[in-house]
């Protein structure tokens, strides 16, 4: 076995901003806004009694579906798609490797000084702390599957909301256009209420298209993704925390990790 111990250091992993999911959607409505802007009426674009349907209407619908603590647990991950705790797969299989071998040469209990380095990865110090807590390693690995599970299944919840939502904003600003087309047609008489009420049933599609395209379906597309890669993480970090906790030789450690790891990522800790 190579001897990695003179220069084993355990890397807090670091809290990040999607550079991608920022760049995205604010290209995207800046190119909107200035096509707006070039055509001389900006201040058209802007209607309350859309705002109101579109948002009002998506959102309302949105919780009878689900329920209050659906949708704040949505925000909140939502929000995690911008501002999240990365950690590449390959530095995350180098740094259990590294706390395997740890374990191996100086006992489990030795585990105890790079706890704080790893308070940003709650999954992993709580495995960790288990191990050195003494739990049998098939409890750890229990205990962390129930809750990789329970942390899968939030995060489809919370995409199925944003999903649910990119559908129902397109519809109410269907429903907006209705009812503008309605107050337009039944005052006909009037000329003066036909403008603005033309400019409810344009705008509140335009607002429902703009948040399910822009908005809704791309934060649910960037959330499925991050939790398959948060998945694939933790996935390692359960294995880890179960093969110290049954004081395996890391080598099986490394070649089990290898095992779910796509080819690009694999390591060569000990080669």
Do not use: W
Not at 98 to 114: C, S, T, W, Y
Not at 241 to 269: D, F, K, W
């Amino acid at each position: 076995m190579v001897d990695h111990e003179s220069h084993i250091h355990i890397v807090p992993a670091r809290n990040t901003v999607d550079v991608a999911t920022v760049i995205g959607i604010t290209c995207g409505f800046a190119m909107i806004i200035a096509a707006i802007v070039l055509g001389g009426s900006p201040g058209s674009f802007i209607n309350p009694p859309s705002i109101l349907i579109v948002i009002g209407g998506t959102f309302a619908i949105t919780t009878a579906c689900f329920s209050m603590e659906d949708m704040g647990r949505t925000f909140r991950i939502a929000g995690k798609t911008v501002f999240h705790t990365s950690r590449e797969p390959t530095e995350a299989a180098y740094q259990v490797l590294q706390i395997a071998e740890i374990a191996r040469k100086k006992g489990v209990l030795a585990l105890q000084n790079i706890l704080g380095s790893i308070e940003n990865e709650p999954f992993l110090n709580k495995g960790i702390l288990m191990v050195v807590d003494g739990t049998p390693g098939e409890e750890v690995e229990a205990i962390m599957k129930r809750d990789l599970q329970a942390t899968v299944q939030r995060h489809i919840q919370s995409a199925s909301v944003l999903r649910k939502m990119g559908e129902f904003a397109p519809a109410m600003g269907l429903i907006g256009t209705l009812i503008g087309l309605v107050q337009m047609l039944g005052n006909l008489d009037d000329p003066k209420t036909i403008g603005p009420s033309m400019a409810v049933a344009l705008l509140t599609t335009f607002y429902g298209a703009v948040l399910a395209n822009m908005v809704f379906l791309p934060l649910a597309s960037k959330l499925e993704k991050n939790s398959q890669e948060e998945t694939l993480i933790n996935s390692v970090y359960m294995m880890a925390a179960t093969s110290i906790g049954h004081q395996e030789n890391p080598r099986r450690l490394e070649m089990l990790i290898n095992s779910i790891l796509p080819p690009a990522h694999r390591v060569h800790y000990f080669d």
